[in-house]
C-alpha cells in the first residue's frame, strides 16, 4: 500500500486491537493492500466502496444504519461520492474531533465520534448511556473508522445475519477473512456476488467445526498438539430498530478433542458416528446408511436418499452438543450398542471434556472386561439387561457388589476387584453423577463385545429393539 497521508498511521490500519470488527477489518484491509500495492488506502476505501454499491446495491443495512451507503436519500454512484468526501475529511483531520484515547486501540490521538452509521453494534444518538461521559456516539481514531468499513467485505451471511469467525490465535482469525475475501473476489469475478458471502451452512455449529476441517487441511501448526485456539463465532444484525448479537464459543479443550478426534487412528469411527447424526424436521426417520454414506428415508413407493452436500445443513446434534458445553454420552451409548466405536475417543473425551479421573475410566475398562470375562451370551445378556436397569445409585451399587465384587470374590481371585480406595474415591467420589458411571461401564462393556465379535444373534436383535425404542423416545 503506498502511504501518501501523513495525518494516517498505517501501523494501526492493520494492527491487532483486541476488538473482533476493526480486527477482521484490519484484516481485510492488509489483504488488498498486498493484491494491490500501487493503491494507498483512500484508493482501496473506493474500491471497497464501489463493490458495496454498484456490485452489491448497497446492502449494508445489517451492518450500518443510515450511513452513506444504506441511507435512502443518496442514490447510485451519489452514494460512493458521499461516501469517499467522508474518508477524505476523516484522513485530512477536516472533520470534528477531540484529543482522547480510542476505544479500539487504546492511542492518545484525534478521536472521531461513531454511531450506528460508521460503527457495528455501537449505539448513537438517544443511545449515549452507551458512551463514557454521555458522548453522542464512541470515540474512536480515523483508522478504527477506517477499518470497520472494510468489515462487511470479511463477513458471511448465516441464518439471515452476518457471521464473523475470531480466534485466540491471530493465524486463524486472518485465516477467516482471508478465506472469505477470496470468495467475494472469486464470485465477484464471474458476475455472481450480489451481497455479502454467503456461507456454505445455515447451523452456526456445523460452520465452525467445518472451519476446524478446513484449518487443519490448510495450517501445519494446528495439526500439532501444542496449538490450543479457541473459536468463537458473532452472530449479529445492525439493522433498524431490531439490532441484536449472539456468541458462539468453542474453547481450546472442544478444539483439541475434535482433532483428535480426527488422527488417523480415530477417523473412521469419529467420522460414522457423527455423519449418522444430523437431523432436518422434514426428513424425518431418515436412517444414515454407513456404506453409501447418505441418508435414506423409506417412503411408500421409493427410498429418497440424500447425498452430504444436502444434509451437512441439517442440524447435527454432536456438533450442537459439543459446541453448547451439552455432554455427548448418551449419542455414544446409544451408537455403542450396534456400532464398534474406538473406547479410546470415549476416554480421551471423558477426560479433557467431562474432567473425569483417569483411575476412574481405567477402572470402569477393567470391569467391563471382568463382566464379559466367560464369553458366555447368555450371561453377559443378562449383565446387560441388569445394568440397563439400575434407574438410580443404589441398584447400580448393588450389581457393582453382586455381579462383580461377589462374583471376583467367588473366583478365588488373588486380589480385589474393586478396593474401598476404588469404590469411595473414583467409582462413587463426592459430586459424581452415578448414571455416568453405569453408561460407561455399558459403553466399555459394548466395545469388548464389537473387539472380540462376542454380540450374539439373540443380543444383537434385543439390541436393535433398545435402539428402536430409544429412536421413539427421542421424537416424542
Request: glycine share 4%; proline share 3%; with cysteine.
Amino acid at each position: 500500500m503506498k502511504q501518501n497521508y501523513k495525518t494516517l498511521n498505517y501501523e494501526w490500519l492493520t494492527r491487532p486491537t483486541g476488538d473482533p470488527f476493526a480486527d477482521a477489518g484490519g484484516f481485510a484491509i492488509e489483504y488488498l493492500s498486498e493484491k494491490f500495492p500501487e493503491k494507498d488506502i483512500l484508493e482501496l476505501i473506493d474500491y471497497i466502496t464501489k463493490i458495496y454499491v454498484e456490485k452489491w446495491s448497497g446492502k449494508l443495512n445489517a451492518f450500518f444504519l443510515n450511513s452513506k451507503i444504506t441511507q435512502p436519500a443518496f442514490q447510485g454512484s451519489r452514494k460512493t461520492e458521499e461516501t469517499l468526501k467522508y474518508f477524505d475529511a476523516l484522513i485530512n483531520e477536516t472533520e470534528p474531533s477531540e484529543v482522547g484515547y480510542c476505544r479500539f486501540t487504546g492511542r492518545e490521538t484525534k478521536l472521531f465520534f461513531g454511531g450506528r452509521d460508521n460503527s457495528i453494534m455501537t449505539g448513537s444518538g438517544t443511545l449515549i448511556n452507551f458512551h463514557h461521559f454521555f458522548q453522542k456516539g464512541i470515540s474512536l481514531s480515523k483508522e478504527a473508522l477506517i477499518r470497520i468499513h472494510f468489515v462487511p467485505f470479511a463477513c458471511q451471511q448465516l441464518q439471515g445475519r452476518i457471521s464473523l469467525m475470531q480466534s485466540s490465535d491471530q493465524k486463524l482469525s486472518n485465516l477467516f477473512v482471508t478465506f472469505t475475501v477470496e470468495k467475494n473476489l472469486h464470485e465477484i469475478g464471474i458476475g455472481l456476488s450480489e451481497g455479502v458471502a454467503k456461507s456454505d451452512f445455515n447451523k452456526p455449529a456445523n460452520a465452525i467445526f467445518d472451519f476446524i476441517d478446513y484449518t487443519l487441511s490448510q495450517l501445519q501448526d494446528f495439526r500439532e498438539a501444542t496449538a490450543l485456539p479457541s473459536l468463537t463465532l458473532y452472530l449479529f444484525t445492525n439493522f433498524g430498530a431490531s439490532p441484536e448479537i449472539q456468541i458462539y464459543q468453542l474453547p481450546e479443550k472442544v478444539f483439541l478433542f475434535y482433532r483428535t478426534c480426527l488422527h488417523p487412528k480415530f477417523r473412521e469411527d469419529w467420522q460414522k458416528f457423527v455423519l449418522s447424526h444430523y437431523f432436518d424436521g422434514q426428513h424425518k426417520g431418515a436412517k444414515y446408511n454407513l456404506q453409501t454414506e447418505k441418508f435414506e428415508l423409506a417412503k411408500s413407493k421409493e427410498t429418497e436418499t440424500t447425498d452430504k452436500n444436502e444434509y451437512r445443513q441439517w442440524f447435527n446434534q454432536i456438533y450442537h452438543k459439543l459446541l453448547v458445553d451439552e455432554n455427548i454420552r448418551p449419542e455414544i451409548l446409544r451408537w455403542s450398542r450396534q456400532h464398534p466405536f474406538n473406547f479410546e475417543i470415549v476416554s480421551i473425551y471423558q477426560n479433557n471434556i467431562i474432567g473425569m479421573k483417569k483411575e476412574t475410566i481405567n477402572k470402569i475398562k477393567e470391569l467391563a472386561a471382568f463382566l464379559v470375562r466367560e464369553e458366555d451370551a447368555g450371561k453377559i445378556k443378562k449383565r446387560i439387561k441388569a445394568l440397563d436397569g439400575a434407574k438410580n445409585a443404589a441398584v447400580l451399587r448393588r450389581f457393582i457388589l453382586k455381579d462383580i465384587v461377589v462374583a471376583n470374590y467367588l473366583a478365588n481371585s488373588e486380589k480385589p476387584i474393586v478396593s474401598i480406595d476404588d469404590y469411595v474415591n473414583y467409582l462413587f467420589p463426592d459430586g459424581s453423577y452415578w448414571a455416568e458411571i453405569r453408561d460407561l461401564l455399558l459403553i466399555a462393556i459394548y466395545q469388548e463385545l464389537h473387539e472380540r465379535n462376542l454380540i450374539s444373534e439373540e443380543l444383537k436383535i434385543e439390541l436393535e429393539s433398545t435402539v428402536e425404542d430409544e429412536d421413539i423416545n427421542k421424537l416424542t
